[in-house]
Every structure is written in structure tokens, then in C-alpha cells.
């Protein structure tokens, strides 16, 4: 099985900042790479997929990055709405999974 | 467009089978895509279950697959999930998705959306 990791666990940041969080997944898996947000008591959302992909509606401030094992979402100009949790998920080989999701707080 | 929704008890017995089903509305399930069950654990991550085709094919998270069971009813456009031999380890939030596939040649890239809303299901007795 494939295991994701994310960094950091949680972050704190203020409006306007530019944030990172990184995602590695144990062995290469291409371009199955999915970014979600999951904000309290709702379901969760792909933001980005394959890689860099923006689904539709999502704001060209969040932007993702990365090959083969190493991946990156980066928030630029963090606005309040923006607090939430994200998770990466990788989607080359099942069982698919999820990193353990990092907690952004604005 | 597409949206799903998950219904059934929310409260079952140590031991017993958790049933849920996941309604799709706005589009077909034998469509081109893979249909997911996700979990999560109250204050935890995301758990990939398991996925169907419309075909019938499957496919399980090896650390639930001895009690796992995902079926599709093409006939009601909605597919189930069964887990058996229930500990309160598997109280959660059942979410069912689409896996969105796309591919060029051999090569496929999928994503889960939409998520149906969730379900929680609490096992105690």
C-alpha cells in the first residue's frame, strides 16, 4: 500500500499570507495526486487534481505542484473562508489514501 | 449535476452489520466512473473503503476487506455498502463519492467528486 504524508499537521497564518503544505507519498505515483478541503461538520472537496489542476470554481490563489513522490499546495494571499483542513490523496493504486490532513487556521 | 446521498441507521450493535446506500441523482450510475465509500472517524483522518463499477468490479482497502461488501443496483441508480462484525472502532462518517476518471490512452488520472453529505454511524450497544 501507499502511504501519504503530510506536513506540517496544522498551521496558523493571518490574511494575506502565502502558506505551504507538503505531501509525500511513499513510492512514485505519476500524476495521482489530489488536494481536498474539509471544513467542519461537511463533507469534503477536491480542490485541485492531478496535480495542478484547478476544479472548476476554485480561486487561482490555491495552486498545487510537484512530481513523483513529492507535492505541494500553496495558498497565496489567504483569505478567511480559507480555514479549513486538507488533505492530499493519491489515486494510482488502490487502496487509495489520504494524507492525515493539515489544519489551517486563519 | 451529479449528487449522491447516503442513508441508513445510524445506530448499530457491536458485532452486528452496518448497512448504508448511496442515492445518485443527476446522472447515471453505469456511467464511466468508479463509485466510493470513504470514512472518517470522529477528530481523524479519511479512510478509503472500498470502490464498484457498474460492471459489478470492485475493489477493497485490504484492512477491511474480510468484512467489507460494496454491490451497485443499476435498476435504482444506487450502490450499498455492508460492514460486518461491528466494534466501536468503526464508529464514523460514512461518506459515499464519484471517482471521476478521465483517460488519454492507457493512462487514467480520478478524482472523488461529488461527496454525498455523510452519514454517521455510531456502533454501540
Known amino acids: 500500500d501507499i502511504q501519504m504524508t503530510q506536513s506540517p499537521s496544522s498551521l496558523s497564518a493571518f490574511v494575506g499570507d502565502r502558506v505551504t503544505i507538503s505531501c509525500r507519498a511513499s513510492q512514485s505515483i505519476s500524476s495521482n495526486l489530489n488536494w481536498y478541503h474539509q471544513k467542519p461538520g461537511k463533507a469534503p472537496k477536491v480542490l485541485i487534481y492531478?496535480?495542478?489542476n484547478l476544479q472548476s470554481e476554485v480561486p487561482s490563489r490555491f495552486r498545487g505542484s510537484g512530481s513523483g513522490t513529492d507535492f505541494t499546495l500553496t495558498i497565496s494571499s489567504l483569505q478567511p473562508e480559507d480555514s479549513a483542513t486538507y488533505y492530499c490523496q493519491q489515486s494510482y493504486s488502490t487502496p487509495y489514501s489520504f494524507g492525515q490532513g493539515t489544519k489551517l487556521e486563519i | 449535476q451529479v449528487q449522491l446521498q447516503e442513508s441508513g441507521p445510524g445506530l448499530v450493535k457491536p458485532s452486528g452489520t452496518l448497512s448504508l446506500t448511496c442515492g445518485v441523482s443527476g446522472g447515471s450510475i453505469s456511467s464511466t466512473n468508479w463509485w466510493t465509500w470513504v470514512r472518517q472517524p470522529p477528530g481523524k483522518g479519511l479512510q478509503w473503503i472500498g470502490e464498484?463499477?457498474?460492471?459489478?468490479?470492485?475493489n477493497y482497502n485490504p484492512s477491511l476487506k474480510s468484512r467489507v461488501t460494496i454491490s451497485v443496483d443499476k435498476s435504482k441508480n444506487q450502490f450499498s455498502l455492508k460492514l460486518n462484525s461491528l466494534t466501536a472502532a468503526d464508529t464514523a462518517v460514512y461518506y459515499c463519492?464519484?471517482?471521476?476518471?478521465?483517460?488519454?490512452?492507457?493512462?487514467?488520472?480520478?478524482?472523488?467528486?461529488?461527496w454525498g453529505q455523510g452519514t454517521v454511524v455510531i456502533v454501540s450497544s
Open positions: 463519492a464519484r471517482d471521476y476518471k478521465y483517460c488519454n490512452g492507457n493512462k487514467c488520472i480520478g478524482w472523488l467528486d461529488p
Open positions: 464498484i463499477y457498474h460492471s459489478g468490479s470492485t
Open positions: 492531478a496535480i495542478s
